[in-house]
Protein backbone atom coordinates (compact mmCIF):
# COMPACT_ATOMS: atom_id res chain seq x y z
CA UNK A 1 0.00 0.00 0.00
CA UNK A 2 2.72 2.73 0.80
CA UNK A 3 5.08 1.70 -1.99
CA UNK A 4 1.91 2.31 -4.80
CA UNK A 5 1.41 5.36 -2.98
CA UNK A 6 4.86 6.41 -3.29
CA UNK A 7 5.05 5.50 -6.71
CA UNK A 8 2.16 7.19 -7.93
CA UNK A 9 3.07 10.40 -5.78
CA UNK A 10 6.27 10.22 -7.97
CA UNK A 11 4.61 9.03 -10.83
CA UNK A 12 2.65 12.54 -10.63
CA UNK A 13 5.22 14.57 -9.75
CA UNK A 14 7.00 13.80 -12.41
CA UNK A 15 5.22 15.36 -14.98
CA UNK A 16 4.09 18.72 -12.83
CA UNK A 17 2.43 20.59 -15.50
CA UNK A 18 0.07 17.61 -16.56
CA UNK A 19 -0.90 16.53 -13.34
CA UNK A 20 -1.79 20.57 -12.57
CA UNK A 21 -3.99 20.56 -15.38
CA UNK A 22 -5.79 17.68 -14.14
CA UNK A 23 -6.63 18.87 -10.80
CA UNK A 24 -7.94 22.24 -12.45
CA UNK A 25 -9.81 19.81 -15.19
CA UNK A 26 -11.54 18.39 -11.52
CA UNK A 27 -11.43 21.48 -9.84
CA UNK A 28 -13.68 23.14 -12.50
CA UNK A 29 -16.18 20.27 -12.76
CA UNK A 30 -16.47 20.69 -9.03
CA UNK A 31 -16.43 24.40 -8.75
CA UNK A 32 -19.55 24.41 -11.01
CA UNK A 33 -21.22 21.73 -9.30
CA UNK A 34 -21.03 23.63 -6.01
CA UNK A 35 -21.80 27.05 -7.85
CA UNK A 36 -25.10 26.12 -8.91
CA UNK A 37 -25.92 24.44 -6.09
CA UNK A 38 -25.24 27.52 -3.30
CA UNK A 39 -26.95 29.29 -5.46
CA UNK A 40 -30.19 27.23 -6.13
CA UNK A 41 -30.22 26.42 -2.57
CA UNK A 42 -29.52 30.29 -1.71
CA UNK A 43 -32.40 30.90 -4.27
CA UNK A 44 -34.82 28.88 -2.68
CA UNK A 45 -33.99 30.13 0.81
CA UNK A 46 -34.52 33.61 0.00
CA UNK A 47 -37.58 32.80 -2.12
CA UNK A 48 -39.04 30.94 0.62
CA UNK A 49 -37.81 33.67 3.49
CA UNK A 50 -39.89 36.20 1.92
CA UNK A 51 -42.80 34.49 0.88
CA UNK A 52 -43.26 33.30 4.58
CA UNK A 53 -40.21 34.15 6.51
CA UNK A 54 -42.64 36.82 8.25
CA UNK A 55 -45.99 35.35 8.49
CA UNK A 56 -47.51 32.40 10.47
CA UNK A 57 -46.20 29.08 9.19
CA UNK A 58 -48.83 26.69 10.86
CA UNK A 59 -51.94 28.53 11.88
CA UNK A 60 -54.90 26.77 14.66
CA UNK A 61 -57.99 28.00 13.57
CA UNK A 62 -61.64 27.30 15.25
CA UNK A 63 -63.69 24.67 12.75
CA UNK A 64 -66.63 27.37 12.72
CA UNK A 65 -65.62 30.20 9.92
CA UNK A 66 -65.54 33.35 12.16
CA UNK A 67 -65.76 31.34 15.24
CA UNK A 68 -63.65 31.86 18.24
CA UNK A 69 -61.16 29.59 20.64
CA UNK A 70 -61.80 29.64 24.61
CA UNK A 71 -59.74 27.67 26.25
CA UNK A 72 -56.92 28.10 24.35
CA UNK A 73 -53.75 28.56 27.45
CA UNK A 74 -53.64 24.64 27.66
CA UNK A 75 -53.56 24.28 23.79
CA UNK A 76 -50.25 26.43 23.86
CA UNK A 77 -48.91 24.37 26.39
CA UNK A 78 -49.99 21.19 23.71
CA UNK A 79 -48.13 22.15 20.86
CA UNK A 80 -45.24 23.49 22.67
CA UNK A 81 -44.78 19.92 23.72
CA UNK A 82 -45.65 18.36 20.95
CA UNK A 83 -43.14 18.99 18.01
CA UNK A 84 -39.59 20.71 19.14
CA UNK A 85 -39.60 22.22 15.50
CA UNK A 86 -41.98 24.60 16.48
CA UNK A 87 -40.17 27.85 17.38
CA UNK A 88 -42.61 30.53 18.13
CA UNK A 89 -46.40 30.21 18.84
CA UNK A 90 -48.58 33.48 19.24
CA UNK A 91 -52.24 33.43 19.85
CA UNK A 92 -54.13 36.05 17.71
CA UNK A 93 -57.80 37.59 17.90
CA UNK A 94 -58.84 39.01 14.01
CA UNK A 95 -61.87 41.33 14.13
CA UNK A 96 -63.36 43.26 11.08
CA UNK A 97 -64.25 46.56 11.86
CA UNK A 98 -64.31 50.31 10.29
CA UNK A 99 -62.35 52.96 9.99
CA UNK A 100 -64.55 55.82 10.24
CA UNK A 101 -62.61 59.27 9.89
CA UNK A 102 -64.63 63.08 8.51
CA UNK A 103 -63.47 62.66 4.38
CA UNK A 104 -63.25 58.85 4.12
CA UNK A 105 -63.57 55.30 5.73
CA UNK A 106 -62.64 51.94 5.28
CA UNK A 107 -62.76 48.64 6.10
CA UNK A 108 -59.40 47.55 8.76
CA UNK A 109 -58.59 44.46 10.25
CA UNK A 110 -57.79 45.07 13.59
CA UNK A 111 -54.96 42.03 14.58
CA UNK A 112 -54.66 41.39 18.04
CA UNK A 113 -51.61 39.93 18.99
CA UNK A 114 -48.79 39.83 21.97
CA UNK A 115 -45.73 41.68 21.96
CA UNK A 116 -43.47 38.96 21.64
CA UNK A 117 -45.96 36.84 19.34
CA UNK A 118 -46.18 40.45 16.74
CA UNK A 119 -42.17 40.27 17.12
CA UNK A 120 -41.46 36.35 16.84
CA UNK A 121 -43.75 35.98 13.86
CA UNK A 122 -44.02 38.79 11.68
CA UNK A 123 -40.75 40.90 12.97
CA UNK A 124 -42.88 44.23 13.60
CA UNK A 125 -40.53 45.48 15.80
CA UNK A 126 -37.96 46.09 12.52
CA UNK A 127 -40.83 46.90 10.48
CA UNK A 128 -42.30 49.88 12.52
CA UNK A 129 -41.37 53.27 10.77
CA UNK A 130 -42.25 55.87 13.34
CA UNK A 131 -43.45 55.42 17.02
CA UNK A 132 -43.68 52.22 18.52
CA UNK A 133 -45.80 49.56 19.57
CA UNK A 134 -47.65 50.23 23.00
CA UNK A 135 -49.83 48.68 25.45
CA UNK A 136 -51.93 51.07 27.08
CA UNK A 137 -55.32 51.07 26.31
CA UNK A 138 -56.98 51.81 23.05
CA UNK A 139 -53.50 52.46 21.35
CA UNK A 140 -53.29 50.89 17.76
CA UNK A 141 -50.63 51.13 15.09
CA UNK A 142 -51.62 51.57 11.39
CA UNK A 143 -49.82 51.07 8.08
CA UNK A 144 -47.83 53.55 6.65
CA UNK A 145 -50.13 54.03 3.59
CA UNK A 146 -52.97 55.02 6.24
CA UNK A 147 -50.73 57.30 7.48
CA UNK A 148 -50.32 59.55 3.64
CA UNK A 149 -54.26 58.81 3.23
CA UNK A 150 -55.33 60.29 6.78
CA UNK A 151 -52.97 62.77 6.97
CA UNK A 152 -51.96 61.23 10.15
CA UNK A 153 -49.52 62.03 12.52
CA UNK A 154 -48.30 59.65 16.00
CA UNK A 155 -50.41 60.17 18.79
CA UNK A 156 -53.91 61.02 16.14
CA UNK A 157 -56.88 59.71 16.67
CA UNK A 158 -59.11 57.94 15.06
CA UNK A 159 -62.82 56.26 15.13
CA UNK A 160 -62.55 52.31 15.44
CA UNK A 161 -66.69 50.86 14.27
CA UNK A 162 -67.36 47.53 15.72
CA UNK A 163 -69.49 44.79 14.42
CA UNK A 164 -71.60 45.90 16.91
CA UNK A 165 -71.79 49.28 15.83
CA UNK A 166 -70.40 50.61 18.65
CA UNK A 167 -67.48 53.44 17.86
CA UNK A 168 -64.24 53.09 20.03
CA UNK A 169 -61.85 56.05 19.67
CA UNK A 170 -58.05 54.45 19.40
CA UNK A 171 -54.94 56.67 19.56
CA UNK A 172 -52.25 55.99 17.07
CA UNK A 173 -49.09 55.07 18.55
CA UNK A 174 -46.85 54.32 15.58
CA UNK A 175 -46.85 53.00 12.02
CA UNK A 176 -45.50 50.20 10.18
CA UNK A 177 -44.18 49.04 6.76
CA UNK A 178 -44.45 45.47 6.63
CA UNK A 179 -43.00 45.48 2.65
CA UNK A 180 -46.60 44.20 1.17
CA UNK A 181 -49.10 46.81 -0.07
CA UNK A 182 -52.04 45.29 0.85
CA UNK A 183 -51.15 44.48 4.78
CA UNK A 184 -50.11 48.03 4.86
CA UNK A 185 -53.19 49.49 3.99
CA UNK A 186 -55.54 47.19 5.66
CA UNK A 187 -54.20 46.07 9.22
CA UNK A 188 -54.31 47.37 12.42
CA UNK A 189 -52.20 46.39 14.79
CA UNK A 190 -53.39 46.09 18.67
CA UNK A 191 -52.30 43.51 21.55
CA UNK A 192 -53.81 40.92 22.16
CA UNK A 193 -56.07 42.24 25.46
CA UNK A 194 -56.58 45.60 23.62
CA UNK A 195 -58.24 43.48 20.64
CA UNK A 196 -60.23 41.51 23.54
CA UNK A 197 -61.42 44.94 24.86
CA UNK A 198 -62.22 46.73 21.91
CA UNK A 199 -64.61 43.95 20.34
CA UNK A 200 -66.06 42.42 24.12
CA UNK A 201 -64.89 39.06 23.53
CA UNK A 202 -63.44 37.82 26.89
CA UNK A 203 -60.50 35.78 26.93
CA UNK A 204 -60.98 34.24 23.19
CA UNK A 205 -58.65 33.95 20.51
CA UNK A 206 -59.12 33.68 16.56
CA UNK A 207 -56.42 31.24 16.00
CA UNK A 208 -52.90 30.29 17.24
CA UNK A 209 -50.14 31.52 14.84
CA UNK A 210 -46.65 29.57 14.52
CA UNK A 211 -43.10 29.63 13.16
CA UNK A 212 -41.00 27.01 12.50
CA UNK A 213 -36.83 26.71 13.33
CA UNK A 214 -34.84 27.98 10.33
CA UNK A 215 -34.12 24.52 9.08
CA UNK A 216 -37.23 22.99 9.93
CA UNK A 217 -39.16 25.35 7.57
CA UNK A 218 -39.42 22.59 4.85
CA UNK A 219 -40.97 19.75 7.84
CA UNK A 220 -44.55 22.64 8.49
CA UNK A 221 -46.15 19.99 7.13
CA UNK A 222 -45.16 16.72 8.86
CA UNK A 223 -45.11 19.26 12.49
CA UNK A 224 -48.93 20.22 11.41
CA UNK A 225 -50.27 16.71 11.27
CA UNK A 226 -48.50 15.88 14.81
CA UNK A 227 -50.31 18.94 16.00
CA UNK A 228 -53.83 18.13 14.58
CA UNK A 229 -53.24 14.47 16.17
CA UNK A 230 -52.57 16.56 19.85
CA UNK A 231 -55.54 18.25 19.44
CA UNK A 232 -57.94 16.19 17.62
CA UNK A 233 -60.65 16.60 20.69
CA UNK A 234 -60.68 20.58 19.96
CA UNK A 235 -62.75 21.84 17.20
CA UNK A 236 -60.25 23.29 15.53
CA UNK A 237 -58.63 23.08 11.49
CA UNK A 238 -54.71 23.17 11.59
CA UNK A 239 -53.44 24.68 8.11
CA UNK A 240 -49.88 24.92 6.99
CA UNK A 241 -48.18 27.10 4.70
CA UNK A 242 -46.83 23.73 2.37
CA UNK A 243 -50.61 23.09 1.71
CA UNK A 244 -51.45 26.59 0.84
CA UNK A 245 -48.55 27.25 -1.25
CA UNK A 246 -48.28 24.66 -3.59
CA UNK A 247 -47.15 26.20 -6.76
CA UNK A 248 -44.58 27.89 -5.18
CA UNK A 249 -43.54 24.65 -4.00
CA UNK A 250 -43.57 22.89 -7.74
CA UNK A 251 -41.34 25.88 -8.98
CA UNK A 252 -38.89 25.16 -6.27
CA UNK A 253 -38.99 21.52 -6.97
CA UNK A 254 -38.47 21.83 -10.79
CA UNK A 255 -35.72 24.17 -9.71
CA UNK A 256 -34.11 21.56 -7.82
CA UNK A 257 -34.55 18.94 -10.40
CA UNK A 258 -32.52 20.68 -12.75
CA UNK A 259 -30.11 21.93 -10.68
CA UNK A 260 -29.49 18.22 -9.90
CA UNK A 261 -29.32 17.21 -13.56
CA UNK A 262 -26.74 20.03 -14.08
CA UNK A 263 -25.02 19.18 -11.19
CA UNK A 264 -25.28 15.02 -12.47
CA UNK A 265 -23.94 16.01 -16.18
CA UNK A 266 -20.62 18.17 -15.02
CA UNK A 267 -19.90 15.39 -12.55
CA UNK A 268 -20.12 12.22 -15.16
CA UNK A 269 -18.25 14.64 -17.73
CA UNK A 270 -15.41 15.18 -15.57
CA UNK A 271 -15.42 11.07 -15.16
CA UNK A 272 -15.29 10.48 -18.19
CA UNK A 273 -11.90 13.20 -18.84
CA UNK A 274 -10.34 11.95 -16.40
CA UNK A 275 -10.66 8.10 -16.84
CA UNK A 276 -9.08 8.93 -20.07
CA UNK A 277 -6.18 10.94 -18.90
CA UNK A 278 -5.50 8.43 -16.42
CA UNK A 279 -5.49 5.73 -19.46
CA UNK A 280 -2.75 7.82 -20.91
CA UNK A 281 -0.79 8.27 -18.10
CA UNK A 282 -0.45 4.26 -17.79
CA UNK A 283 0.92 3.97 -21.38
CA UNK A 284 3.18 6.74 -20.67
CA UNK A 285 4.26 4.90 -17.50
CA UNK A 286 3.83 1.56 -19.25
CA UNK A 287 7.92 1.10 -19.47
CA UNK A 288 8.04 1.53 -15.65
CA UNK A 289 5.08 -0.89 -15.16
CA UNK A 290 6.79 -3.20 -17.21
CA UNK A 291 10.48 -3.23 -14.96
CA UNK A 292 8.08 -2.96 -11.92
CA UNK A 293 6.21 -6.46 -12.80
CA UNK A 294 9.74 -8.19 -13.89
CA UNK A 295 10.93 -7.43 -10.74
CA UNK A 296 7.81 -9.14 -9.06
CA UNK A 297 5.31 -6.61 -8.26
CA UNK A 298 2.24 -8.63 -8.30
CA UNK A 299 -0.79 -6.74 -10.55
CA UNK A 300 -2.73 -5.78 -7.52
CA UNK A 301 -0.01 -3.54 -6.43
CA UNK A 302 0.82 -2.44 -9.76
CA UNK A 303 -3.09 -1.07 -10.36
CA UNK A 304 -3.72 0.14 -7.08
CA UNK A 305 -1.04 2.88 -7.89
CA UNK A 306 -3.37 4.21 -10.62
CA UNK A 307 -5.95 3.90 -7.92
CA UNK A 308 -4.14 5.96 -5.91
CA UNK A 309 -3.48 8.35 -8.34
CA UNK A 310 -6.77 8.82 -9.13
CA UNK A 311 -7.55 9.34 -5.06
CA UNK A 312 -4.40 11.62 -5.12
CA UNK A 313 -6.07 13.68 -7.62
CA UNK A 314 -9.54 13.46 -6.71
CA UNK A 315 -8.71 15.05 -3.24
CA UNK A 316 -6.20 17.96 -4.72
CA UNK A 317 -9.07 18.55 -7.29
CA UNK A 318 -11.74 18.50 -4.60
CA UNK A 319 -9.99 21.04 -2.87
CA UNK A 320 -9.54 22.91 -5.24
CA UNK A 321 -12.73 22.83 -6.65
CA UNK A 322 -14.40 23.88 -3.15
CA UNK A 323 -11.88 26.83 -3.33
CA UNK A 324 -12.96 28.12 -6.47
CA UNK A 325 -16.37 27.24 -6.63
CA UNK A 326 -16.66 28.86 -2.90
CA UNK A 327 -14.87 31.96 -4.85
CA UNK A 328 -17.32 31.89 -7.40
CA UNK A 329 -20.48 32.25 -4.92
CA UNK A 330 -18.81 34.92 -3.36
CA UNK A 331 -17.87 36.74 -6.28
CA UNK A 332 -21.53 36.31 -7.26
CA UNK A 333 -23.31 37.79 -4.14
CA UNK A 334 -20.42 40.57 -4.05
CA UNK A 335 -21.01 41.82 -8.01
CA UNK A 336 -24.17 40.49 -8.90
CA UNK A 337 -26.62 43.00 -7.36
CA UNK A 338 -29.90 44.39 -7.45
CA UNK A 339 -30.64 48.35 -8.20
CA UNK A 340 -30.37 49.26 -4.61
CA UNK A 341 -27.43 47.78 -4.18
CA UNK A 342 -28.50 44.61 -2.13
CA UNK A 343 -27.19 41.43 -3.67
CA UNK A 344 -29.22 39.59 -6.09
CA UNK A 345 -28.64 35.92 -4.10
CA UNK A 346 -27.72 36.29 -0.63
CA UNK A 347 -24.10 34.21 -0.05
CA UNK A 348 -25.68 30.74 1.09
CA UNK A 349 -23.06 28.15 2.45
CA UNK A 350 -24.40 24.54 3.24
CA UNK A 351 -21.75 22.70 4.54
CA UNK A 352 -23.05 19.24 4.38
CA UNK A 353 -23.46 20.20 0.63
CA UNK A 354 -19.88 21.38 0.03
CA UNK A 355 -18.13 17.85 2.09
CA UNK A 356 -21.06 15.78 -0.01
CA UNK A 357 -19.51 17.56 -3.47
CA UNK A 358 -15.82 16.90 -2.36
CA UNK A 359 -16.47 13.25 -1.29
CA UNK A 360 -18.47 12.66 -4.49
CA UNK A 361 -15.49 14.54 -6.59
CA UNK A 362 -13.26 11.65 -4.74
CA UNK A 363 -15.55 8.77 -5.57
CA UNK A 364 -15.84 9.90 -8.97
CA UNK A 365 -12.54 10.28 -9.61
CA UNK A 366 -11.64 6.68 -8.32
CA UNK A 367 -14.18 5.26 -10.15
CA UNK A 368 -12.78 7.15 -13.12
CA UNK A 369 -9.02 5.32 -12.33
CA UNK A 370 -10.52 1.92 -11.96
CA UNK A 371 -10.28 1.43 -15.53
CA UNK A 372 -7.09 2.70 -16.58
CA UNK A 373 -5.99 0.28 -13.38
CA UNK A 374 -7.88 -2.31 -14.69
CA UNK A 375 -5.69 -2.08 -17.91
CA UNK A 376 -2.14 -1.60 -15.71
CA UNK A 377 -3.01 -4.87 -14.17
CA UNK A 378 -3.01 -6.68 -17.43
CA UNK A 379 0.05 -4.95 -18.73
CA UNK A 380 2.31 -7.75 -19.63
CA UNK A 381 6.42 -7.40 -18.92
CA UNK A 382 7.62 -9.07 -21.63
CA UNK A 383 5.80 -7.29 -24.02
CA UNK A 384 7.14 -3.56 -23.09
CA UNK A 385 10.53 -5.26 -22.49
CA UNK A 386 10.53 -6.92 -26.44
CA UNK A 387 9.19 -3.60 -27.82
CA UNK A 388 12.07 -1.34 -26.59
CA UNK B 1 19.78 -31.25 -6.65
CA UNK B 2 21.90 -28.58 -7.22
CA UNK B 3 20.43 -27.83 -10.50
CA UNK B 4 18.90 -23.69 -10.10
CA UNK B 5 17.06 -24.22 -13.65
CA UNK B 6 16.18 -26.91 -15.59
CA UNK B 7 14.01 -26.53 -19.00
CA UNK B 8 12.86 -29.72 -20.09
CA UNK B 9 11.66 -29.47 -23.87
CA UNK B 10 10.75 -26.30 -24.39
CA UNK B 11 9.12 -25.18 -27.38
CA UNK B 12 7.49 -21.64 -28.32
CA UNK B 13 5.25 -20.88 -31.13
CA UNK B 14 4.04 -17.15 -31.30
CA UNK B 15 0.71 -15.96 -33.22
CA UNK B 16 -2.42 -17.45 -33.80
CA UNK B 17 -3.20 -17.18 -37.41
CA UNK B 18 0.79 -16.86 -38.85
CA UNK B 19 2.25 -18.95 -36.65
CA UNK B 20 5.89 -18.75 -35.71
CA UNK B 21 8.12 -21.34 -34.43
CA UNK B 22 10.83 -19.92 -32.11
CA UNK B 23 11.97 -22.45 -30.31
CA UNK B 24 11.85 -26.09 -30.65
CA UNK B 25 12.23 -29.17 -27.98
CA UNK B 26 14.95 -27.58 -25.90
CA UNK B 27 16.19 -29.40 -22.67
CA UNK B 28 18.88 -27.55 -20.84
CA UNK B 29 20.23 -27.66 -16.65
CA UNK B 30 22.05 -24.68 -15.02
CA UNK B 31 24.01 -25.86 -11.85
CA UNK B 32 24.30 -23.47 -8.93
CA UNK B 33 26.73 -20.76 -8.90
CA UNK B 34 26.89 -21.43 -12.48
CA UNK B 35 27.86 -18.71 -15.05
CA UNK B 36 26.94 -19.28 -18.28
CA UNK B 37 27.04 -17.63 -21.45
CA UNK B 38 24.28 -17.80 -24.28
CA UNK B 39 24.96 -16.45 -27.98
CA UNK B 40 23.41 -16.36 -31.16
CA UNK B 41 22.46 -14.34 -34.15
CA UNK B 42 19.60 -12.00 -33.76
CA UNK B 43 16.36 -13.77 -34.19
CA UNK B 44 18.05 -17.27 -33.12
CA UNK B 45 15.49 -17.27 -30.35
CA UNK B 46 17.95 -17.01 -27.22
CA UNK B 47 16.02 -13.77 -25.68
CA UNK B 48 12.75 -15.82 -26.10
CA UNK B 49 14.47 -18.45 -23.96
CA UNK B 50 15.67 -16.43 -21.28
CA UNK B 51 12.53 -14.99 -21.08
CA UNK B 52 11.15 -17.91 -20.40
CA UNK B 53 13.73 -19.22 -17.95
CA UNK B 54 12.70 -16.19 -16.49
CA UNK B 55 9.06 -16.78 -16.12
CA UNK B 56 8.22 -13.28 -17.98
CA UNK B 57 6.91 -15.59 -20.90
CA UNK B 58 5.09 -18.79 -20.72
CA UNK B 59 6.57 -21.75 -23.60
CA UNK B 60 3.94 -23.34 -25.58
CA UNK B 61 4.73 -26.75 -24.23
CA UNK B 62 7.43 -28.12 -21.95
CA UNK B 63 8.15 -27.55 -18.05
CA UNK B 64 10.64 -25.02 -16.45
CA UNK B 65 12.06 -26.04 -13.25
CA UNK B 66 13.25 -23.37 -10.63
CA UNK B 67 15.22 -24.64 -7.97
CA UNK B 68 13.53 -28.03 -8.49
CA UNK B 69 9.86 -25.80 -8.66
CA UNK B 70 7.57 -26.38 -11.62
CA UNK B 71 6.36 -23.33 -12.84
CA UNK B 72 3.44 -24.30 -15.14
CA UNK B 73 1.17 -24.88 -11.96
CA UNK B 74 2.11 -21.73 -10.57
CA UNK B 75 -0.32 -18.49 -10.48
CA UNK B 76 0.37 -14.97 -11.48
CA UNK B 77 1.12 -13.65 -7.99
CA UNK B 78 3.27 -16.76 -7.34
CA UNK B 79 5.39 -16.24 -10.54
CA UNK B 80 5.60 -12.52 -8.98
CA UNK B 81 6.57 -13.61 -5.80
CA UNK B 82 9.85 -16.01 -7.31
CA UNK B 83 10.55 -13.32 -10.20
CA UNK B 84 11.14 -11.32 -6.42
CA UNK B 85 12.96 -13.33 -4.50
CA UNK B 86 14.96 -15.60 -7.09
CA UNK B 87 15.78 -13.86 -10.13
CA UNK B 88 17.18 -11.01 -10.94
CA UNK B 89 16.94 -9.39 -14.30
CA UNK B 90 19.70 -7.10 -16.14
CA UNK B 91 18.25 -5.75 -19.48
CA UNK B 92 20.25 -4.55 -22.90
CA UNK B 93 18.90 -1.30 -21.87
CA UNK B 94 19.12 -0.14 -17.66
CA UNK B 95 15.23 -0.15 -17.22
CA UNK B 96 15.68 1.83 -14.06
CA UNK B 97 12.57 3.98 -13.01
CA UNK B 98 13.40 7.74 -13.82
CA UNK B 99 11.43 8.92 -11.01
CA UNK B 100 13.51 7.54 -8.64
CA UNK B 101 17.44 8.13 -7.31
CA UNK B 102 19.27 5.31 -8.33
CA UNK B 103 19.47 4.23 -4.03
CA UNK B 104 16.16 4.35 -4.24
CA UNK B 105 15.91 2.29 -7.54
CA UNK B 106 18.13 -0.19 -6.13
CA UNK B 107 16.07 -0.97 -3.09
CA UNK B 108 12.49 -1.29 -5.39
CA UNK B 109 12.90 -5.16 -5.25
CA UNK B 110 13.23 -5.14 -1.15
CA UNK B 111 10.18 -2.88 -1.11
CA UNK B 112 8.01 -4.62 -3.70
CA UNK B 113 7.72 -7.66 -1.06
CA UNK B 114 8.28 -5.44 1.87
CA UNK B 115 6.29 -2.56 1.70
CA UNK B 116 8.71 -0.46 3.82
CA UNK B 117 12.27 -0.06 4.44
CA UNK B 118 14.54 -1.43 6.87
CA UNK B 119 17.91 -0.76 7.79
CA UNK B 120 19.13 -4.29 6.87
CA UNK B 121 18.00 -3.41 3.16
CA UNK B 122 19.76 -0.16 2.95
CA UNK B 123 22.45 -1.54 4.66
CA UNK B 124 22.78 -4.10 2.01
CA UNK B 125 21.68 -1.83 -1.04
CA UNK B 126 24.65 0.85 0.07
CA UNK B 127 26.85 -2.38 0.19
CA UNK B 128 26.30 -3.40 -3.70
CA UNK B 129 26.63 0.03 -4.95
CA UNK B 130 29.81 -0.09 -3.08
CA UNK B 131 30.91 -2.75 -4.80
CA UNK B 132 29.46 -1.94 -8.11
CA UNK B 133 31.33 1.47 -7.72
CA UNK B 134 28.53 3.77 -7.03
CA UNK B 135 29.02 5.12 -3.76
CA UNK B 136 29.17 8.84 -5.04
CA UNK B 137 26.18 8.93 -6.88
CA UNK B 138 23.78 6.92 -4.54
CA UNK B 139 21.23 9.77 -4.13
CA UNK B 140 21.40 11.28 -7.88
CA UNK B 141 18.54 10.96 -10.15
CA UNK B 142 18.00 7.86 -12.22
CA UNK B 143 18.37 10.28 -15.12
CA UNK B 144 21.39 11.81 -13.94
CA UNK B 145 24.18 9.08 -14.50
CA UNK B 146 26.31 8.10 -17.32
CA UNK B 147 25.15 4.51 -19.38
CA UNK B 148 27.67 2.76 -17.60
CA UNK B 149 26.80 4.39 -14.07
CA UNK B 150 22.73 2.95 -14.96
CA UNK B 151 23.74 -0.34 -16.16
CA UNK B 152 25.57 -1.11 -12.89
CA UNK B 153 23.01 0.50 -10.35
CA UNK B 154 20.62 -2.24 -12.58
CA UNK B 155 22.89 -5.33 -11.49
CA UNK B 156 23.17 -3.75 -8.12
CA UNK B 157 19.10 -4.02 -8.08
CA UNK B 158 19.06 -7.15 -9.49
CA UNK B 159 21.21 -8.24 -6.60
CA UNK B 160 19.43 -6.54 -3.60
CA UNK B 161 17.04 -9.96 -2.82
CA UNK B 162 20.21 -12.19 -2.99
CA UNK B 163 18.51 -13.59 -6.13
CA UNK B 164 19.83 -17.15 -7.11
CA UNK B 165 20.39 -17.00 -10.45
CA UNK B 166 20.45 -13.61 -12.86
CA UNK B 167 19.43 -13.48 -15.80
CA UNK B 168 21.24 -10.84 -18.47
CA UNK B 169 20.17 -9.99 -21.72
CA UNK B 170 23.33 -8.15 -23.52
CA UNK B 171 24.07 -6.08 -20.24
CA UNK B 172 26.55 -4.36 -22.09
CA UNK B 173 25.11 -4.06 -25.76
CA UNK B 174 24.74 -0.37 -24.87
CA UNK B 175 28.23 0.61 -23.54
CA UNK B 176 31.58 1.19 -24.56
CA UNK B 177 34.63 -1.21 -24.68
CA UNK B 178 35.76 0.17 -21.20
CA UNK B 179 32.72 -0.39 -19.29
CA UNK B 180 32.06 -3.58 -20.83
CA UNK B 181 34.86 -4.73 -19.49
CA UNK B 182 34.64 -3.36 -15.83
CA UNK B 183 30.79 -4.93 -15.88
CA UNK B 184 31.95 -8.55 -17.18
CA UNK B 185 35.25 -8.49 -14.42
CA UNK B 186 32.04 -6.78 -11.55
CA UNK B 187 29.69 -9.96 -12.89
CA UNK B 188 32.87 -12.74 -12.30
CA UNK B 189 32.94 -10.91 -8.97
CA UNK B 190 29.81 -11.15 -7.73
CA UNK B 191 29.65 -14.71 -9.07
CA UNK B 192 32.46 -15.73 -6.65
CA UNK B 193 31.63 -13.62 -3.45
CA UNK B 194 27.85 -14.66 -3.53
CA UNK B 195 27.50 -17.83 -5.30
CA UNK B 196 24.83 -16.29 -8.20
CA UNK B 197 24.13 -17.99 -10.77
CA UNK B 198 24.66 -16.15 -14.25
CA UNK B 199 23.06 -17.00 -17.36
CA UNK B 200 24.18 -14.10 -20.01
CA UNK B 201 23.18 -13.57 -23.51
CA UNK B 202 25.88 -11.50 -25.56
CA UNK B 203 26.45 -11.53 -29.10
CA UNK B 204 30.16 -10.61 -28.56
CA UNK B 205 32.63 -14.06 -28.81
CA UNK B 206 34.96 -12.15 -27.13
CA UNK B 207 32.74 -11.53 -23.86
CA UNK B 208 31.18 -15.16 -24.00
CA UNK B 209 34.59 -16.64 -23.70
CA UNK B 210 34.82 -14.90 -19.86
CA UNK B 211 32.30 -17.17 -19.07
CA UNK B 212 32.65 -21.10 -18.09
CA UNK B 213 30.34 -22.52 -20.32
CA UNK B 214 29.32 -21.38 -23.83
CA UNK B 215 25.34 -22.08 -25.50
CA UNK B 216 24.92 -21.21 -29.26
CA UNK B 217 21.16 -21.24 -30.30
CA UNK B 218 20.72 -21.56 -33.75
CA UNK B 219 16.91 -21.43 -35.17
CA UNK B 220 15.69 -22.29 -32.19
CA UNK B 221 17.93 -24.42 -31.15
CA UNK B 222 20.75 -25.45 -28.97
CA UNK B 223 23.77 -25.83 -31.80
CA UNK B 224 26.58 -26.21 -29.54
CA UNK B 225 27.17 -26.25 -25.32
CA UNK B 226 30.73 -25.89 -24.31
CA UNK B 227 32.11 -26.18 -20.88
CA UNK B 228 35.17 -25.02 -20.23
Redesign the interface.
Known amino acids: MKLSFQIAKRFLGSNLTQTIIIILGIGIGVSVQIFIGLLIGGLQNSLVESTIGNSSQITVSAEEEEGLISEYEPMLKDIENSDGRVEFVSPVLDNPSFLDSDEKNQSLLVRGMKKSGADNIYSLSEYITEGSFEKDENTVLLGDALKEEYSLQKGDKINLVTPDKRTVECTVTGFFDLQVASINESWCITTLENAQEIFGTGDEISAIEMQMYDDSVFEADQAAKKIRKVLKDENVTVTDWKSQNQSLLSGLRGQSISSLMIQIFVMISVVLGISSILAITVMQKSRQIGILKAMGINNSKASLIFLTEGLILGVFGAIAGVLMGLGLSYAFSTFALNADGTPVVDLYIDKGFIALSGCIAVTACLIASLIPARRSSKLNPIDIIRNN | MDNILELQNITKVYGTSVKTQVLTDISISFKKGSFSSIIGQSGSGK?TLL?IM?T??EPTSGKVFIDGTETSGLS??AL??????KIG?V?Q?H??????TALENVL??Y???N??IDKGAVERAKELMEITGLASVMNNNATKMSGGQQQRTAIA?ALLNNPDMILADEPTGNLDSNSTENIYNLLRDINEKFGTTFIIITHDRRIAEMADRIIEISDGKINVDIFK
Open positions: SNGLDKNADIRNKFFFYLLPEFMPRISGSR
